[in-house]
């Protein structure tokens, strides 16, 4: 849990640690910047602040890794928490869409991946941790990485006008993924097939409700 106030319990530079089966804390993390985003497996905790991203072990609450990192005002990150290696990407640039990807099981950085020419807006990994998803700023194209080669292997066009991604996510197949859904600013959310004998995508319009 991550506070939003400015009371030393609720600040937002604090994480609390929290066992769900009994109800009890572990322990509690204090942090010199707010925390942007948290995420974790049964074995690694990750926490990413503006410019710092940390890989803890989840079990001890030991840091393994304090990477410093680019300018990252909104904590942008992908985590791949059933995969084996237990992949983490973060940006590699604030001038392009770059991303560094690590294996926090070790951890050590494998790559960078080269997907856009704009700064990154979103990512994602599939469960198995075999695809990296990305979408940059424009928002006009998707493209789709396998992890181990660093490869590309799909490239999706979402529209022809800029918009902005707000989320990314695989279909829930684990051994191999075969679709990709994007949500969008445009109101849309858009699914695209990875297999190659449904090769397309399918563009549904969301609604908005008025509370």
């Known amino acids: 849990m991550v506070g939003t106030g400015e009371q030393p319990s609720r600040s937002p530079r604090r994480l609390c640690l929290f066992n769900t089966i009994t109800g009890a804390s572990k322990k509690d993390l ?27 072990d989840l079990n001890s609450t030991r840091i393994l890794e304090e990477i410093d990192t680019v ?25 392009k869409g770059s991303a560094l990807v690590y294996k926090a099981s070790e951890p050590e950085l494998i790559c960078q991946i080269d997907a ?12 198995n941790g075999m695809y990296l998803a990305t979408a940059s700023e424009k928002g006009t194209m998707i493209r789709v990485y396998i992890v181990a080669q660093a490869t590309k292997s799909h490239s999706f066009r979402r529209g022809a006008y800029p918009s902005t991604i707000y989320s990314l996510s695989f279909g829930p197949c684990i051994d191999r993924p075969d ?16 297999d190659s004998a449904r090769n397309g995508r399918l563009h549904f319009l969301l609604g908005y409700c008025d509370s």
């Open 30 to 56: 204090n942090f010199r910047s707010t925390i942007l985003a948290v995420r974790f497996s049964r074995t690694r905790l990750i926490v990413v602040l503006q410019d710092k991203t940390f890989i803890y």
């Open 71 to 95: 300018h990252n005002p909104k904590g942008l990150c992908a985590f791949a928490p059933n995969s084996e290696w237990c992949y983490l990407a973060i940006p590699a640039s604030t001038s």
């Open 116 to 127: 856009h020419e704009s700064p990154l807006a979103a990512m994602a990994f599939s469960s």
């Open 179 to 194: 679709v990709l859904a994007a949500t969008s600013s445009s109101g849309s959310l858009h699914m695209f097939f990875l």
